[in-house]
Nanobody, 121 residues
C-alpha cells in the first residue's frame, strides 16, 4: 500500500507564511500527480493546488498568487508554500497522490491524514 505523511501545519498570524510537506512511501511504481486539498468542518473537501506529470499546475482561484505547489519526484514529495495567509485559509490540509503501484495498472488516489493550518491573530 501507499502512505502519505504531511507535516508543516500550525498557527500563524495573518500575512504570515507556512510551508507544508508531504512524503509518499510504500508500493509505488509511479506517481502521476500530487497536490493539496483542504476541508473545513461541515464543508466539502476542495482543491487547493495540484501538480501533474509534465508540470501542469492547478490552483484554486482563492490562492492564486499566494500559494505555490512544487514536487521533488526523486523523493516522492510535494510541497505547498503558503504566503500572505488569511484567516479564511484556516482549514485541515490534505495531501493527495495519484499512484500506480504496478506497471500497467490503473492509478489509485491516496490521502494523507491531514494537517491543521490556523491563521489567526
Amino acid at each position: 500500500q501507499v502512505q502519505l505523511v504531511e507535516s508543516g501545519g500550525g498557527l500563524v498570524q495573518p500575512g504570515g507564511s507556512l510551508r507544508l510537506s508531504c512524503a509518499a512511501s510504500g508500493s509505488i511504481f509511479s506517481i502521476n500527480a500530487m497536490g493539496w486539498y483542504r476541508q473545513a468542518p461541515g464543508k466539502q473537501r476542495e482543491l487547493v493546488a495540484f501538480i501533474r506529470d509534465g508540470g501542469s499546475l492547478d490552483y484554486a482561484d482563492s490562492v492564486k498568487g499566494r500559494f505555490t505547489v512544487s514536487r521533488d519526484n526523486a523523493r516522492n514529495m510535494v510541497y505547498l508554500q503558503m504566503n500572505s495567509l488569511k484567516p479564511e485559509d484556516t482549514d485541515v490540509y490534505y495531501c493527495n497522490a495519484r499512484v500506480v503501484i504496478r506497471a500497467g495498472w490503473r492509478e489509485n488516489s491516496y490521502w494523507g491524514q491531514g494537517t491543521q493550518v490556523t491563521v489567526s491573530s
